[in-house]
C-alpha cells in the first residue's frame, strides 16, 4: 500500500506530506490540494513506468507561484510484503526555458538502495544491495523504466508491478467516449478516464474475471436491466456497448457514450472495483460520488471500507458529498486546508463516537457546511459560547 506522499515546490503543496493507510479520505474545502494530491501519485506513478517525459508531467507551470527556487522534490512511500520502500525524483528547472532535468532520483528498500541516479550516473543494485551496473541517465525519463527484469533484481520489480497496479481516476463521464481506437492495451486509463474505452476493450479481451465480476455487481445493483458489455469491430477499432434486456424481452445495445453521466460514472466504478479487487495495489478516486445518486452512494462506501479491512486492496478518495464525510471521516479523515496564496496543510480529523447519535443532531458534514471545522479543529463562527464549547467536546482528536 502508498504509505506517504511528500511535495515540495510543487503546486500549493510546499515542504508538504501525507501518511496513507489502508484507507484514506482527504477532506476540506475547494482549492485546498485533495485533486493536486491524488493527480500526483498518477503523474509520479506514469513517470516512474515511462509513460510520460518529466517535461510533460512537471512543466515548469507546476512550481509554487510564490517560490523563487528552481528544485522541486517529491517522495512516495510504499508499503509491501518486502519492506518499506521509498521513492524519491529531485528536478531542476530551468524558467526562462520552460525546461527541466533530473538531479536526483532513488529507490531504496528498508533504507538499502534498489536505484541511484547521482552525479550524472545511475546504479543499479541487486537484491542484496550490492551494487552492480552502471549507465548514463536521460535527464527527462525515469531511469526506473529502463530496468529490465533479472532474477537478481526481484525487489526492484516489485516496486514497479506495485506501481502498475496503482489506479488514479477523477471521473469525468462526458471526456469517455465509445471508440476503442488504441493497438496497445490500455490496462492504466487516464486519470479523466478519457480512454476508458480502451480499458473496458481490455478487460472484455483479457480479463474474464474482472469483467464477470463487474458485470454481475452491475446487473444485480446499480443498473437495472444491465446485462454484459459488448466489443463490436468497427473497421480497425472497436464500439463498446452495454447490453440492456428485460425478462423475456429484446436485448438493446446502447454505445458507452450513450448512457447517462451518473450511468458511465456507474460502470467506470464498477471496472476499477473489479479490477482492483483481483489484483489488489491502490485505488485512488477524485469525488467518486459526483455522479451518483443518493442511493448509490452509501452501498460504494461500504465496499471500500471492507476492501480496506480485509486488506484486499487500499482505498484513497477525496470527498465533498455529506454522505461520503459523515460514513467515512471518523478514523479515515484527512483534512486539507490552506490560506489564500498559502501553502497546504494537514491533519487528521478525530470524532467522537457520539457524533453520529441522532440526539446529538450533530455530523461532520454539519460542522463544514456552518464554517466551524478546519484543520484546527472547530471554530466559533457567529456561533454562541456554549454552542463552541459542545462541538470541541464532540470532535475529538484521534490518536
Known sequence: MLSRLYADNYQCLANFQLFFDPLSVLLGPNGSGKSASLLLVAKLRDFVLGRESSGKLFPGESLTRWYTRSDQTFELGARLSQGEYIYRLRFQHQRERSSNRIIEETLSLDGKPLFETRDEKTYLYNDRHTKGPEFLPDWNVSGLSRVHERPDNTKFIAFRRFMERTLVLALNPALVKAVSENKQPVMLPRPDCSDFASLLDYVIRSEAIVRQEAERSLSTGALPGFRAFQATPFGDANILECVFSKAGSKSWKFRLDELSSGQIA???????????????????????????????????????????????????????????????????????????SGTTRVQKVGVADDIRDKEAHLRVSDLIARGWLSGLGVQNHNASESEAERFNRLLSEEE
Open 266 to 340: 456507474l460502470v467506470i466504478l464498477e471496472i476499477a472495483l473489479a479490477l482492483a479487487t483481483e489484483h489488489g495495489g491502490a485505488l485512488l478516486l477524485d469525488e467518486p460520488g459526483n455522479f451518483l445518486g443518493l442511493s448509490e452512494i452509501a452501498p460504494l462506501l461500504t465496499r471500500f471500507q471492507d476492501a480496506a479491512q480485509e486488506k484486499r486492496f487500499q482505498v484513497i478518495i477525496s470527498a465533498h458529498h455529506p454522505i461520503a464525510v459523515d460514513f467515512l471521516s471518523a478514523g479515515h479523515g484527512l483534512w486539507l486546508d490552506r490560506e489564500p
